[in-house]
């Protein structure tokens, strides 16, 4: 790749790695499920009215809209409420485990030597951090852990709406996510109004970065990158975002750095480098009209 494009994937991978800390602030005002609510509004405004999708698609959509966005970014911002940002970072790329292991099940994808070490190795690493005696709860590592199953279940279905762009699939989901979210902020949420009323302009803020840079802005980067280089050439790159979302928690949040992260962070990115290298080298490029989601889970 040219230095050009080198430097726009640091770009992209750095919004990412942030975005771990943005949530952080954007939750500590905002009730979870209505602040992935008012993400979803945002992108959904932004992108469904300029982006069509044909019908056909739309079953695959509503189902996204429950397994990408219900079930991985609600619970991803319900998890980041009650949790590190750093831990949060490493949590999240279970998905590719998750998804690795389901395509053995459902798709009869033999794992091979090297991948199933990887998967040891990631899953050692979430039980390393299960370890940690600062975990606040388990109720936030549970969320997170399900949010990544959520984004392994969406690369399931990804690949029924291969003929639509990626920001329109996007955006869609996002507008049909935002009943659901919002349903469960009305059931388990409370005081909606007041935070909305009350939240500062930080808040606001990470709302924009949340809904602007890290969905659309990113995304649409990542996705114009996919298209002019082989897949296997950009995605190892997403193993830097967790990396970076544990430095920005500990320099921004004040968030420790205890050895239970820096192990547990160390073999799950390990566990996930390792199925990522394996799976480029066994498997023909794929275009990424047909991977929406392609690389590790980001925020």
Wanted: charged share 10%.
């Amino acid at each position: 790749m040219p230095l050009r494009d080198y430097l726009l994937v640091l770009v992209v991978i750095a919004i990412w790695g942030l975005n771990f800390v943005v949530i952080k602030v954007g939750v500590a005002e905002f009730p979870p499920f209505l602040l992935t609510s008012l993400r979803f509004a945002i992108v959904a405004a932004c992108v469904v009215p300029f982006m069509a999708v044909p019908w056909h698609a739309m079953r695959w959509l509503a189902l996204l809209s429950v397994t990408f966005g219900s079930l991985h970014f609600g619970l991803l911002f319900a998890g980041l409420q009650g949790m590190d940002g750093s831990t949060g970072a490493i949590l999240a790329q279970l998905g590719v485990p998750f998804s690795t292991l389901l395509a053995a099940v459902f798709l009869r994808d033999r794992l091979g030597p090297w991948r199933t070490a990887g998967l040891v190795l990631a899953f050692l690493g979430a039980a390393v951090l299960a370890g940690e005696p600062r975990l606040p709860a388990a109720g936030p590592f549970i969320l997170l852990i399900v949010s990544a199953f959520g984004w392994a279940l969406s690369n399931m279905f990804i690949r029924k709406v291969a003929d639509v762009h990626p920001l329109a699939v996007t955006g869609w989901i996002s507008l049909l996510a935002l009943p659901q979210t919002m349903l469960w902020s009305a059931v388990f949420e409370d005081g909606q109004m007041a935070a909305m009323r009350d939240a500062s302009w930080t808040a606001w803020a990470a709302l924009v970065y949340i809904a602007v840079l890290a969905s659309m802005l990113a995304y649409s980067l990542w996705y114009h990158l996919l298209g002019k280089h082989p897949v296997n050439h950009v995605v190892p790159f997403t193993l830097l975002a967790p990396v970076l979302g544990v430095a920005f928690s500990a320099l921004l949040l004040d968030e420790p750095l205890t050895w239970y992260k820096l192990v547990g962070g160390a073999l799950t990115i390990a566990g996930v480098g390792t199925i990522l290298i394996r799976q480029g080298r066994r498997a023909p490029v794929v275009p990424p009209e047909v991977e929406p989601v392609s690389g590790t889970p980001q925020p």
